[in-house]
């Protein structure tokens, strides 16, 4: 309650907010969910309407923890679906090839939809990783848990935290190419868990290769929808610094599986978005969530979807890092 009351009600969060933009709704709103905590409200169901993007909490100027704040919120919500969670995820990774850690140092931690929905730039980035810098072993089909946090399963959450935790013990170098998943490791392990170490050993993949001699090779205009998650992470600034993509901020609305639940209020949340990319008249979209990647295979079936990732290659000698 002391954290709650923390909260001026200033509305600077208002703006930030994917729901609240589309609803215009007070209780769709950080400060509106913060209320209804504060109400003991919990249980409402704005909470799970929540995209636990962290776009209020980077624009908060009392410091508020709003992500646990609705994270917590959320396990109270009565959701009817949470027991297909499990299952659905799992399906998931039965369908991507199981590994674990090799021997080797540096870890890509691909997620649960990455094998499905990027594998062709999955193979180039490793082709290229192993030409620039040397050997990497690929964690496939395990969730880093964000999923589970949606939809309010805190159980499985932390069930599955704790195992990746595990497996990645005394690994030095730790890559992801999903902002969503990289933004789990930093911000809700360290809040749930009270693990910090991990968080600190995860790295955006992208950016990694940037710095090691691999560059940005667009063949003409590159839409990038910029994942909620990406701008509340350092790394933002080596994306930034990539001429030639075409960067819009909008949320695409899927967040995992709320574009599935909420097809109405997602597709309302997505609008701006939808907008950008036609008037930007570009036939490549691209970018770096596997969330946002899905949304926009799923939207767009006409146009070339990709991870940006298959736009690296080996700098030529002489040119600078960016
Ligand atoms: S920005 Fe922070 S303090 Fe201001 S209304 Fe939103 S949650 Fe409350
Ligand atoms: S996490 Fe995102 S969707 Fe949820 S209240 Fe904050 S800004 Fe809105």
């Known amino acids: 309650m002391k954290i709650l009351e923390r909260c001026a009600r200033c509305g600077k969060c208002l703006p930030a907010c994917p729901s609240f933009q589309a609803t215009l709704r007070e209780s769709f709103s950080p400060r509106g969910r913060v209320a209804l905590a504060r109400e003991g ?10 995209l636990l993007c962290g776009a209020c909490e980077a624009v908060c100027p009392n410091e508020l923890p709003l992500l646990e704040i609705f994270a917590q919120a959320r396990s109270k919500t009565p959701n009817l679906l949470r027991p297909l969670y499990p299952a ?19 870890i890509l931690f691909l997620g649960c939809g990455g094998g499905l929905l990027y594998s062709r730039e999955l193979a180039h980035f490793l082709r ?13 089909g395990i969730c880093c848990g964000l999923p589970y946090l949606a939809a309010g399963d805190q159980e499985n959450f932390l069930k599955g935290a704790r195992r990746i935790v595990a497996l990645l013990e005394g690994k030095k170098t730790l890559l992801t ?9 930093r ?4 809040a749930f868990l009270k693990e910090g170490g991990l968080a600190s050993r995860f ?3 992208l950016a990694y290769l940037l710095r090691r001699g691999a560059d940005l090779f667009l063949p003409q205009r590159v839409f990038f929808q910029v994942p909620c998650h990406l701008r509340h992470l350092e790394t933002e600034a080596w994306w930034r610094e990539q001429k030639g993509l075409v960067f819009h901020e909008g949320c695409c609305g899927q967040a995992g599986m709320f574009g599935f639940r909420y097809p109405e209020e997602a597709s309302l ?4 978005l939808k907008k950008a990319i036609f008037s930007s008249g570009a036939s490549i979209l691209t970018s770096s969530c596997t969330s946002c990647l899905l949304y926009l295979k ?5 146009l070339d979807v990709c991870h940006v990732v298959s736009f690296l290659a080996k700098r030529p000698p002489g040119k600078n890092a960016p």
């Open 187 to 190: 911000r809700f392990y360290p």
């Open 128 to 140: 290229l990783f192993e030409a620039l810098v040397g050997e990497i072993s690929l964690l496939e």
């Open 177 to 185: 190419l999903c902002a969503s998943c990289l933004y789990t490791f």
């Open 88 to 106: 659905l995820l799992k399906g998931l990774q039965l369908v991507s090839p199981r590994s674990l850690p090799g021997k080797g140092e540096t």
């Open 269 to 272: 949340i997505a609008k701006p």
């Open 203 to 205: 790295e955006d993949a």
């Open 298 to 302: 799923k939207t767009f079936p006409r």
């Open 41 to 50: 409200l919990s249980a409402s169901r704005t909470f799970s309407h929540c």
